[in-house]
Every structure is written in C-alpha cells, then in structure tokens.
C-alpha cells in the first residue's frame, strides 16, 4: 500500500471535474489543458486520500473533532472547544470538503456508466465508488441533518433544496445495501491505484459491510425495524474480523505526505494537550494504553486540561504522544475491527443479531489494546478489572459499551463524538458558562454562506430541523 501511495502522490497529477463553457464563447471559457473527462482510476485515490486527509485532520480549521470529543484542549485558541463555530468555520470545511469529493465521485460513477466492462467489473467499480459516496453523504447527515441531496452536485442549480435527513439516510444505506450484496470478490479493480486495499474486493466487501452495520446502529432508536434488518445483512456479507483487517491508509513517513496530524504537528507544535474528560477516564481504569495516547508529566502522572478552559501552561498537563504526533509511517484509519466489535456487541444487545454481546465486547478493547501496542496479558488484565468487565461494569449497555468504545476511539474524533451524542456515554459537559454555551454540542451549524447565496432553502431546512444551532439535536439523536 506504501508503494502504491507513494506512486500516487509523487506521480498523479490533480484532476478537476468540475468546467463549464458558455454557448458562444466556447473558444474563450474552454481551457485547451483541461481533461473534459477524467477516467475513474485517476478519480479513486484522489477520493480516497481528499477524504482521509479530512477525517484525520486536527487542524482548527478544519477538522475539530478531536476537540468537540474532548480528547484534545486547544492550548492556545479556543474557539472551537468554546464552540465559537463561526470563528474557524469548521462547519464550512466540512460542508465543501464533503460535498467537494461528492463531486468527483459523481464525475466517476458517470464515467463508469457509459463504458463497456463486464458485469463483475461494473459492480465492482461501482460499489467501491458507492462505499465512498456512502461515507461522505453519513458524514454530511451526521454533522448537519437536512442537507441539499436531491439537487445536489449540479452546477447549474446554485440554491438546491435541503432534503429531509431521515429520508435521504434511508436511500443513501439502501444504495450501499445494493452495492455491497453485489460485490464479485474474485474480480479485483484498480489494483495499481486503489491506495487503501490495493484493489481487493475482498477487502471492500468487509468495508462497505461494516460501514453498514455503522450506519444501522445509527437507526436504532428512530427505525430499529430498519436497524435490525441492515444489522442483519451486514453480519451476514461478512464485517472486519481482526485488526489485519483494518481499512486504513499507510501514510509516508515524513512530511507533506505523513500522517495529516503530525502534518500540522510540525507546523503548530504546541497547539493541543490532553483533556481532562478522556484523562481522568482513562486514569481511573489505570488503562495501559495511555503511553501510547499521552506523554507523562514529573512522576509519572497523567493530567488533562480542563476542557474550554485556559491553560495555565503548556507544560502543566500530558501532551499528546509522539507515537502520534511524531514523524514516521502511520496509518490513517477509515474503519477499525475494535469499532466494529463494538457494533456487534451492541447489536446484540439490541436483538438485532445473535451472539454473545460480552465476548464482541472484550474482542474490541483487546483489539483496541493491541492496535495500540499492548500486550495480550495487558488486555486479559484491563478487562479483568470489576469496574471494565461487562459483568461488573457500572451501567446498562450503552453506559458499559459508550464508556469503552470512546476510549478506543481515540484516533477517529468524528466517530467519538457521534457516538458519545447516540450513546449517551460518557457523560461529558459541554463549554462553561462564560463561553455562552451549557450543553454538549449536538451538531454542525449550516455554513453562513448558505444563508447568502441559498437563503430560501436555508431558511426552510433550519425551521424544519428546529433551528439552526449546535444544541439542536440531529434526527436520530432521540433520548
């Protein structure tokens, strides 16, 4: 995969789908240089890296996941752990980088249509464009509800309507349904450039499948009919199964091309430390994998800032450790097998499919243990522990798996914040009261811009959802 990275990124030349010329003027708006039509295999590790770039990031301005999650503290402005969004416009980042990758990946499915293949080839080509398309859409329903998707991606439709979320979550995991059931996994695609399985549909199956088992438990308490059904059909396609499994991206080791937080690291040393939320938690289960999350201070203790709260100095808390922030090859995780036993236990828990809950459960903090580094007797002992073990743990099961699934999900802020918001677990405070906000924050305000250039359908999509705030909770998000 490093090899095939590295010809991607030393030898790729950056596309754009998007031009437009104007009738009559065709020799004047026509760029004689440009590619009119840009062939999918020159699209995917484009899409591929564009998104992992972003769900990776830890710059604060664009990605504050990591920060909203409180596993980082901005040491020196912070706004956004103050959620003054409008400040860095995480918000909009996320909005155009989203629907950015939408459009490339639109440009390919098209391209993908009109040519002649076989039918294996054509699904094939097709699904792995679909689990992408799928990621990015989970990620604009997650962050904001209501979002433009039926007018979408067209460039001659500036003020697209915002489509119900519900609805439109409803026809975008149906569509990776039909994607994955028709996989060929003897049919391998675009082995050369496919930068994260190397063109195995294998490998892409497992992806799309635990994507989709993601994407279920999300419905879980506003369609558990469809949960249950969607559970059912991931588990029966076939998830991740151990960390070898993983869907990750291997990074390079030095920079531009490293791992997007030691990118920024090198840049703005001394931007984040340790919250005191995942700190104190991972203190009081004396959890070993805290050397690999943090640094120690004098004496060997471990200590987070208080979160949306200033810093009396850089050197008074735990750093983030340099097995994450330094330089070297490191992987970009799209999907972890630790997320996806996790899902399984909850599943269970739920009805949805059968199993044994405890047993997913210790499968994902072992997994979680060793992907850090662990050993196995590090893991048998941390969930040997009365206050880890799920016979013991405090708590019904979303207390018991929320509280140990936000742990394990340290390097994916965007999945810690969304599940803390489902779960309910752990229970973490939102900003202090002199920032102007009390509650958790619950999701992305839509971009000022929109209320610019598309005020009408903004206006309709924020009354619809009951205001466009960062407490207004997202449609899934009931109890």
Not at 65 to 93: C, G
Not at 131 to 138: D, L, P
Request: with cysteine; proline share 4%.
């Amino acid at each position: 995969m490093k090899k095939i990275l590295k010809k991607y990124i030393l030898g790729l030349c950056a596309v754009s789908t998007l031009g437009a010329c104007t009738s009559g003027f065709e020799d004047l708006n026509t760029n004689p240089k440009k590619t009119e039509v840009v062939s999918p295999d020159k699209i995917l590790p484009r899409v591929e890296k564009e998104f992992l770039d972003y769900y990776q990031a830890s710059s604060v301005n664009q990605n504050a996941s990591r920060t909203f999650a409180q596993y980082w503290m901005e040491t020196q402005y912070l706004d956004n752990s103050r959620y003054i969004i409008d400040s860095r416009q995480v918000n909009e980042y996320a909005w155009h980088k989203m629907y950015y990758i939408l459009t490339d990946i639109k440009a390919a499915k098209e391209v993908i249509m009109n040519a002649t293949m076989t039918e294996a080839d054509f699904n094939n080509q097709m699904a792995m464009f679909s689990i992408m398309e799928t990621y990015c859409w989970s990620i604009l329903l997650n962050y904001f509800g209501d979002v433009p998707y039926s007018e979408a991606l067209d460039v001659n439709n500036l003020m697209p309507k915002y489509d119900d979320a519900k609805s439109t979550y409803m026809e975008v995991i149906s569509n990776l349904d039909h994607a994955v059931k028709n996989i060929v996994v003897d049919a391998p695609q675009f082995k050369d450039v496919d930068i994260i399985l190397g063109g195995d549909m294998a490998g892409w199956k497992k992806f799309g499948s635990s994507l989709l088992l993601r994407m279920a438990l999300i419905l879980s308490d506003v369609d558990p009919a469809s949960a249950k059904s969607y559970a059912a059909k991931a588990k029966n396609y076939g998830v991740l199964t151990s960390n070898a499994e993983n869907v990750v991206l291997p990074y390079l080791a030095a920079r531009p091309n490293a791992h997007p937080v030691h990118d920024y690291w090198y840049v703005r040393k001394q931007e984040f430390a340790m919250a005191k939320p995942i700190v104190d938690m991972m203190n009081d289960f004396e959890d070993p994998r805290r050397p690999y999350y943090m640094d120690t201070l004098e004496g060997g203790v471990y200590e987070g800032i208080p979160y949306a709260v200033a810093p009396t100095g850089y050197g008074d808390y735990s750093t983030i450790s340099m097995d994450i922030l330094g330089e070297g090859a490191r992987d970009g995780i799209y999907i972890d097998y630790a997320e996806v036993a996790f899902l399984m236990a909850e599943a269970v828990e739920r009805g949805f499919i059968d199993g044994n809950a405890e047993e997913y459960y210790n499968k994902a903090i072992t997994a979680s243990i060793l992907d850090w580094g662990g050993t196995q007797a590090e893991a048998d002992a941390y969930l040997a522990k009365a206050e880890v073990a799920y016979s013991s743990a405090a708590g019904d099961f979303k207390e018991k798996i929320g509280n140990q699934k936000y742990i394990a999900m340290y390097s994916q802020g965007m999945v810690g914040w969304l599940e803390v918001n489902r779960l309910d677990y752990p229970k973490l405070q939102g900003a202090p009261k002199a920032a102007g906000h009390y509650d958790f924050i619950k999701r992305f305000p839509y971009p000022r811009a929109e209320a610019d250039v598309n005020g009408t359908n903004f206006d309709a999509a924020s009354n619809a959802i009951g205001g466009n705030s960062l407490e207004t909770k997202l449609w899934w998000d009931k109890y």
